[in-house]
């Protein structure tokens, strides 16, 4: 019964053409997303990939020189983009894609390409991941808002159950229909999407990308059953189509457009995060303490690079103030990237009411393109620039520190410069990625649960006249 | 068959049906007359399960409809004044997936032509959408749907209502083949000809109650307009 219910639901959103045209203006902005992000996410790619070669040879094709010189041009980390950023770019756009591997400093992250965009950029970015998340509701509530509110207008509800049919069974079949036609619409350009990642993803990476893809797919469709349970028991409580839709088309408007906006503030209000002015002074501040005690306990005074410590200590300075500000950095950075993280959970939470936060972060965090990704991209970077200073200091130690007061005529050859290796990083696997998004596909699932007994309720009290 | 004891429906402080007792058995087809607001739409709904009684209980077969809303479907069809199918849909399409929903599977085209052709539906006009469907040609699909559940009881809300003549005629006639059958007909009509001329027992309805009750003979006998007009001036 739930497959003929299902069927003639099917047929009937193909015959009275909203599926054609309201599934097909989707699909086709949705294949339109999939080229945009193809093309982006390989040129970005290429860039990238060309540009920490063209670094790195410029690091190795230094002359002679001090090795602090050099630890102060540094390395630059590009930041790779995801294949599955050709879905959802997520915070990509916006948070930057270089850092500069410099001496004393922890930098962040530059050039993001919202810089670069233009003005048309403010309307947002066109992704498969905004399509999905925004107007696929919009989609399943054109679909379905008459379901039942228009069967009951018509008087075909009251004779359909006066057959002795299950009300639980037409919920279960037009919920089958709707995510029929989503899935009609959704699985060619899932093929798609799918062909398009196995040729973007690198080849270490493709097994790991695909599956990503596939838990994505899951998240979207536990997101969509939520709009299509939420839809249908709003139909059921409407005492007409026209309710129904007014009702469905508020909670799109609030979920889509109010409700990110007010979470996101409300976030910053529960978790305040430091402004970057506040941020800077509080570091410098700690950093100067820091370094004030380790100078004052190794050289017995607080005055760096003065007349106090002679030449011949420098590169052992050197070596102690760097290493002495690790922690610093760590417990700055970890303090404002954690707070960022406390704020993305209160907004994951939220989700059990305004379902497209969940999803937002669920789809960011699977493509590998949320702030937790980027966050270990910057950690690996950091421990690059780590590395390059530590072994600048080695080399300084070892070769300058002798020469006393000639410690700045000594002159490290490339054979130093080669003994950096090349910046090279591996995004997370999908465990990794599945474990921080564990709270948002917990919520996605708790919230289809909490929407099909919504709709499960309303169906069983509705009123057939 | 189709049984209402003490059957009473309240709105707040208004009745819309008090204290009805009924018992419409096999083979009879029991026509409720009465003007706007009698009780007898809600009479029919309450035997349907749309509404829940205030007071007494309605069965069918036996059965409590409030306690097994599903099951007593079973046993019946309901055929409302306004019949409605699926626009988009051929009226054989409409026949096909709601006799498959009255009766769990789904019947072969013969079979469902058949039907057609038996509540007299041109052939040509099965396939097409029943957007350009008229009253008359949507009610016959829903009979064809009641025939194929080939249900024990039937409960008719107005079902001659906007008809023509011969389109109600023939409606009666298929009243009466199935009363001959042995399934039991309540039916609600402000037609007092076809009542008449179709019902093996009348009921007469005002503000709620039961006030005038006949049955065989006495229904060829009485002046039934007269006693009607009686029922509504009093």
Redesign the interface.
Known sequence: ?LR??AA?EF??RV??GRLYWAGGLILALLLTALAVGFAHQRAAQAEQKAAQAMDYQDWLHQDHRHPHDAAHQGMHAFKPEPALSILDPGINPYIGSTIWLQAHRQSEVKFNPAQDATGLQRFGNLSVGWILQVLGPLLIIVLGFNAFAGERE???L?????????PLRLLGGKALALAGCAGALLLPAALVAGAALAVVAEPGERADTLLRFAFLGLGYAAYLGIWIFVVLGVSAASRTSRVAITVLLALWIAQAVMAPRILSEASRLAHPSATRLAFNQALAADLKATSDRVWLQNFGTTERWGADVPLRQWGIALRLDDQASYPVYDRHFARLWDTWEQQQRLQEWSGLVVPVLSMRAFSMGLAGTDFAHHRDFAVAAEQHRRHIQDLMSADLVKHADPLGDQHFAYQASPELWASVPPFHYHKPRLGWALGRQALSLAVLCLGLVLAAAFAAAAVRRQ??? | MLKASGLTKRYGAHTALDHLDLDVGPGDIYCLLGANGAGKTTTV?LF?N??APSEGEASINGIDVTAHP??T??H???I?E?????P??SGLENLR??S???T?R?LPRERLLELLDQVGLDRAAADQRVRGYSKGMRQKV?IA?ALA?EAKAL?LDEPTSGLDPHAASEFSALLQQAARHGVAVLTTTHDLFHAQQTATRIGIMKKGRLVESLAGEQIARTDLQALYLQHMRG
Request: hydrophobic share 55%.
């Open positions: 019964m003929r219910i003639r047929l009937e015959r009275d018509q008087g075909i009251r004779q359909t159950l006066s057959l002795g049919v299950e009123s057939a006249l | 709904n349907l749309f509404i599903v099951a479907k079973q019946v069809a309901y409302p306004m019949v409605s199918l699926y988009t849909l997936f709601f498959a929903l009255a769990g789904e829903w749907v559940k409960l």
